[in-house]
Protein backbone atom coordinates (compact mmCIF):
# COMPACT_ATOMS: atom_id res chain seq x y z
CA UNK A 1 0.00 0.00 0.00
CA UNK A 2 1.45 3.60 -1.13
CA UNK A 3 1.53 6.94 0.98
CA UNK A 4 -1.13 8.00 -1.00
CA UNK A 5 -3.80 4.92 -0.04
CA UNK A 6 -2.88 5.30 2.99
CA UNK A 7 -3.43 8.81 3.22
CA UNK A 8 -6.85 8.02 1.56
CA UNK A 9 -7.64 5.84 4.26
CA UNK A 10 -6.29 8.50 7.05
CA UNK A 11 -8.25 11.53 5.44
CA UNK A 12 -11.76 9.52 6.27
CA UNK A 13 -10.69 9.50 9.80
CA UNK A 14 -10.24 12.57 10.17
CA UNK A 15 -12.96 14.86 12.12
CA UNK A 16 -13.41 18.98 12.28
CA UNK A 17 -12.49 19.37 9.02
CA UNK A 18 -12.77 22.60 7.51
CA UNK A 19 -14.73 23.16 4.16
CA UNK A 20 -12.07 24.80 2.38
CA UNK A 21 -9.43 22.08 3.21
CA UNK A 22 -11.82 18.88 2.48
CA UNK A 23 -11.98 20.63 -0.56
CA UNK A 24 -8.71 20.53 -1.62
CA UNK A 25 -8.40 17.02 -0.58
CA UNK A 26 -11.27 16.34 -2.74
CA UNK A 27 -9.30 18.03 -5.75
CA UNK A 28 -6.13 16.32 -4.97
CA UNK A 29 -7.72 13.26 -4.82
CA UNK A 30 -9.58 13.28 -7.72
CA UNK A 31 -6.39 14.96 -9.83
CA UNK A 32 -4.47 12.15 -8.18
CA UNK A 33 -6.45 9.47 -10.01
CA UNK A 34 -8.29 10.60 -12.54
CA UNK A 35 -5.86 13.71 -14.19
CA UNK A 36 -7.17 16.58 -15.30
CA UNK A 37 -11.07 17.61 -15.15
CA UNK A 38 -13.52 16.19 -16.87
CA UNK A 39 -16.93 17.23 -18.28
CA UNK A 40 -18.98 20.49 -17.95
CA UNK A 41 -19.40 22.31 -14.50
CA UNK A 42 -22.61 21.93 -12.51
CA UNK A 43 -25.32 23.94 -12.84
CA UNK A 44 -26.12 26.82 -10.19
CA UNK A 45 -29.08 24.35 -8.46
CA UNK A 46 -25.82 22.29 -7.49
CA UNK A 47 -23.47 24.60 -5.33
CA UNK A 48 -21.97 21.40 -3.93
CA UNK A 49 -20.91 19.69 -7.06
CA UNK A 50 -19.82 23.28 -8.07
CA UNK A 51 -17.56 23.67 -5.55
CA UNK A 52 -16.43 19.90 -6.23
CA UNK A 53 -15.72 20.75 -9.97
CA UNK A 54 -14.10 23.84 -8.75
CA UNK A 55 -11.75 22.20 -6.62
CA UNK A 56 -10.75 19.57 -8.81
CA UNK A 57 -10.74 22.01 -11.59
CA UNK A 58 -7.80 24.07 -9.65
CA UNK A 59 -5.35 21.11 -10.41
CA UNK A 60 -5.59 21.06 -13.89
CA UNK A 61 -2.41 20.66 -15.61
CA UNK A 62 -0.58 18.97 -12.37
CA UNK A 63 0.98 15.19 -13.01
CA UNK A 64 -0.92 12.80 -10.74
CA UNK A 65 2.01 11.76 -9.38
CA UNK A 66 2.50 15.52 -8.07
CA UNK A 67 -1.14 15.22 -6.85
CA UNK A 68 -0.59 12.65 -5.23
CA UNK A 69 2.75 13.87 -3.41
CA UNK A 70 0.37 17.07 -2.32
CA UNK A 71 -2.36 14.71 -0.98
CA UNK A 72 0.06 13.17 1.24
CA UNK A 73 1.33 16.63 2.45
CA UNK A 74 -2.45 18.03 2.98
CA UNK A 75 -3.43 14.91 5.05
CA UNK A 76 -0.49 15.21 6.95
CA UNK A 77 -0.81 18.55 7.70
CA UNK A 78 -4.19 17.95 8.67
CA UNK A 79 -3.28 15.26 11.29
CA UNK A 80 -3.85 12.45 9.42
CA UNK A 81 -1.93 9.50 11.10
CA UNK A 82 -0.62 6.59 8.93
Known amino acids: MTDFDKAAEA???LKDVKQDDLL???GLFKQANNGDCT?????MLD???Q???DAWKKNEGMSQ???KE???AKAKELG???
Open 51 to 53: AKY
Open 39 to 43: GSRPG
Open 11 to 13: VKQ
Open 24 to 26: IIY
Open 65 to 67: DDA
Open 47 to 49: PKG
Open 70 to 72: KYV
Open 80 to 82: ASF
